[in-house]
C-alpha cells in the first residue's frame, strides 16, 4: 500500500503536475489523521470497556461486603436491644411495690456487650487508593464516601456509649453488690475445691501464698440481699446507665442497617440487579423448597388452638410428645421432619423471626419466638398469621425465581 501511494507521488512530480500532486498530498495527510483518529477512538473503546468491566467487578465487591454487614448487624442489633429490655425490666423493678419474682433472671443479661463493625474494605480501599474514581457515577462515589465517613462517626458514638455509660454503670453495680455469693453458691465452690485441690495446690499463687480466696470458704464475706440492693440508688444508677448504653448503642447499630441497606439498593439499582429485594423495605434471606415445606409442616401441626401450646419453655419433647406446640416447637419439630435436623439460624427461622416483627408490640425481652409465644396479649389467630405470611413470602420468591431461569 506504502509503495503504491509513492508511485503515485513520483509520477505527478515526474509529470510537473504540482496542482494535482499538492491535492494529492492534502488527501494523503487526511486519510493518516482518520487513520489515527479512528485508531484512537478504537483504543478509547478498548480502555472504557475495560474500565467498565473492574466498575463493575468493585461494585459487587462492595456490594458482597455490604451484604455480609447486613447480617451482622442483625445479629448486633437483636442483641442489644434485648440487653436493653433486660436493663429496663431491671430499672422498673425499682418502681414497684413487690419485686418480681423472675428479676434475678435478669440482673446478669444486662451486663454484656459486644462490638461489630461493618464490612468496609473494598470500600476504603477503593478511596485510600483513589481508585473510587474508576466509577463513573459521581452520585454514587458520594454516596460510598459518605457511608464510610457515616459509619465511622456512629462506631465512635458507640465506644463514646461504653465509655460513659456502660463502664461507669458496671463500676456502679459492683460498688453497691461487691460480691452477691448465696451460701449455696459458696458451697459449690467449696466442693469444686475439693475435686480439684492437687490443681489448685499446683498452681503459682497458691504455692506462693498469694491466692485471693481462703479455702474451703466458711462464709460469703460481702453478702448483700436483693431487697437491700433495690434500694441502693448506686445499683439503680448503675442499671440505668446500662440502658442508656445499650439503647442508644441499638439506635446507632439500626442507623448503620439502614444506611447500609439504603447504599445496597442504590448499587443493586446501578448495576441492574432487578432480581434484588430492596433492602430497606424488605430482608435479605434466600430460600430454597425445604424452607416452603418447613413452614408449611409447621402451619399443619397447628391446625387450631387446642393444637397450641402457650407455655414455651425452649424444650420440645413435651410438645412432640402432647402433640401441642409453641410456636418454636412447631418450627423445631417441622424442620426435623422435612430437612432432617434442626438449624437455629435456617432462613425459614430467620423469617419467621422477620414476620413476628410486625406483631411484637413489646412482647419481647430476650427470646423473641418464646417471649412473643407465651405473652398474654398473643393470639392463636396472630401465631398463624406469622407462618401464612411467611409461607407465602417463600412461595413468592421462589416463584420469582423459577420465572427467571425460564427466561
Known amino acids: 500500500m506504502i509503495k503504491f501511494f509513492r508511485r503515485i507521488r513520483q509520477r505527478l512530480l515526474t509529470e510537473n503536475k504540482f496542482s494535482k500532486y499538492l491535492l494529492y498530498a492534502i488527501g494523503e495527510i487526511v486519510l493518516v489523521v482518520i ?69 434475678t433472671e435478669y440482673l446478669s443479661g444486662a451486663l454484656s456487650r459486644r462490638g461489630y463493625s461493618p464490612v468496609l474494605g473494598t470500600a476504603r480501599s477503593l478511596i485510600n487508593s483513589g481508585k473510587i474514581d474508576i466509577i463513573s457515577s459521581a452520585e454514587l462515589k458520594n454516596d460510598i464516601i459518605s457511608y464510610v465517613e457515616r459509619v465511622d462517626y456512629l462506631l465512635k458514638e458507640v465506644n463514646r456509649f461504653e465509655e460513659t455509660y456502660f463502664r461507669t454503670g458496671i463500676d456502679l453495680i459492683f460498688q453497691a453488690k461487691p460480691n452477691n455469693r448465696d451460701q449455696e453458691t459458696v458451697e459449690a465452690l467449696n466442693n469444686n475445691y475439693e475435686l480439684n485441690k492437687e490443681t489448685i495446690d ?25 431487697k437491700e440492693l433495690f434500694q441502693d440508688v448506686r445499683f439503680y444508677s448503675g442499671y440505668r446507665k446500662l440502658l442508656t448504653s445499650h439503647r442508644n448503642t441499638y439506635y ?43 413452614l408449611q409442616k409447621a402451619d399443619a401441626l397447628l391446625t387450631d388452638s387446642s393444637k397450641w401450646n ?22 423445631y419439630k417441622a424442620s426435623i421432619e422435612i430437612a432432617g435436623e434442626y438449624e437455629h439460624r435456617r432462613p425459614a427461622m430467620e423469617l419467621a423471626r422477620f414476620i413476628l416483627k410486625k406483631y411484637e408490640y413489646g412482647r419481647i425481652i430476650n427470646h423473641r419466638l418464646m417471649d412473643w409465644n407465651n405473652h398474654p396479649d398473643t393470639t392463636f389467630e396472630e401465631v398463624k398469621l406469622v407462618l401464612k405470611e411467611s409461607i407465602e413470602e417463600i412461595d413468592t420468591q421462589l416463584t420469582i425465581e423459577d420465572i427467571n431461569k425460564s427466561s
Open 35 to 103: 487513520g489515527i483518529l479512528i485508531a484512537l477512538q478504537i483504543n478509547n473503546w478498548n480502555e472504557e470497556r475495560k474500565r467498565e468491566n473492574a466498575e463493575a467487578v468493585i461494585l459487587e465487591q462492595v456490594k458482597t461486603d455490604l451484604k455480609k454487614s447486613q447480617t451482622g448487624l442483625e445479629a448486633i442489633k437483636d442483641f442489644y436491644l434485648q440487653r436493653a429490655r433486660i436493663s429496663a425490666q431491671v430499672t422498673r423493678a425499682f418502681y414497684k411495690a413487690d419485686l418480681p419474682d423472675n428479676i
Open 310 to 331: 402457650k407455655q414455651d419453655e425452649r424444650s420440645c419433647d413435651d410438645d412432640i410428645f402432647n402433640e401441642k406446640y409453641s410456636l418454636y416447637c412447631a418450627l
Open 252 to 294: 446507632r447499630y439500626n442507623n448503620i442497617h439502614y444506611s447500609t441497606n439504603a447504599l445496597l439498593d442504590k448499587l443493586n439499582s446501578a448495576t441492574n440487579d432487578t432480581r434484588a429485594t430492596p433492602a430497606t423495605a424488605k430482608h435479605n434471606l434466600e430460600f430454597d423448597s425445604l424452607d416452603l415445606k418447613i
Open 202 to 226: 499446683a498452681t503459682l499463687t497458691y504455692r506462693l501464698n498469694m491466692n485471693e480466696r481462703e479455702f474451703p470458704l466458711a462464709k460469703n464475706p460481702f453478702k448483700t440481699g436483693l
